[in-house]
């Protein structure tokens, strides 16, 4: 009788385990991807956004997921920016002190300089990496890479830092932050709210990450831009349209590759806020307008 009590108390610890393992996946806001954990301690995912191209000219982003306590090996790579999305995140430079990354926060890596990254021990992390995937190291350049010691990874303590940076993110229900002042239009029907993700300059060579947050109901005229556009969706359920093309829904970690020139528009779902990454290739803000596309969303069924 005891071995039974002993393997169904076994089962159900094993079970709670694998359900805590798949909840703590699931509280990520972005796709995961394929796991990559090969190169990692622990157990990491990338999600691939944008490929650099000569059609946009933005760098390659991509979505990097740590699962808690696990982290890279010291390395070097191409300039890079670092955004945290979600949970929380390390970021150190070899020979200076760790960083805590929060959400929202951005780190600018120069090229060639050795660094790791990962999540805490006890929160996932995800975070964007915006960086240069042709850059290649001259010859002779030496700089610290290898395994990084668990440690090397146990000694670093952030538990006030991590307290207070918790607490923080449960105010705000959309993924970055925003002006609370509603952005006024005549090219939206309804007001939205703005925000920055990316500045320039970033290490990354990027254009600005603009963030717009759509309460439900509310979209744009149709448009077009000079050098295209470039969405990547975060928040809620939106939708997108070229002239004369399907209707796209958009939900969190989708991307929209808008060409120059191409008529579209875009908004949030009408029982869904919706919030969205815009980046316009070379900064250029060079937009026609024309009429909203009044019959087009009246067409869309309630989700």
Known sequence: MFKWI???T???SLV???????????????PLGKDI???FTGTVHRHDLIVADDAYKVPQTNVITFEPGSYSGWHTHGAMTVIGVAGLGIYQEWGKEPVLIKPGDVVQIPAGVSHFHGAVKDSPFQQFVVYDKDWQPQAGAKAHSGPVSAQEYNSIKFSAAMSKAAAEKKKNEFLFHYDEKPFTSRNFNNPVYLGKVLSKPNEAGSPEWVYVVF????YNRWHSHKTGQILIAT???GYHQVKGGKLEKLQPGDVVFCPPGVIHWHGAAPDSSFAHI???PQDNHEVSWYDFPTAEYAAI???
Not at 16 to 30: C, F, G, I, R, Y
Not at 215 to 218: E, N
């Open 6 to 8: 002993l393997f169904f």
């Open 10 to 12: 076994l089962m159900i």
């Open 16 to 30: 709670s385990t694998v359900e805590a393992h798949e909840a703590d996946k699931q509280k990520m806001p972005l």
């Open 37 to 39: 954990s090969e190169r």
């Open 215 to 218: 309460p439900k109901g509310t």
């Open 235 to 237: 928040d809620g359920v």
């Open 278 to 280: 815009a980046i316009t």
């Open 301 to 303: 069924p309630f989700n």
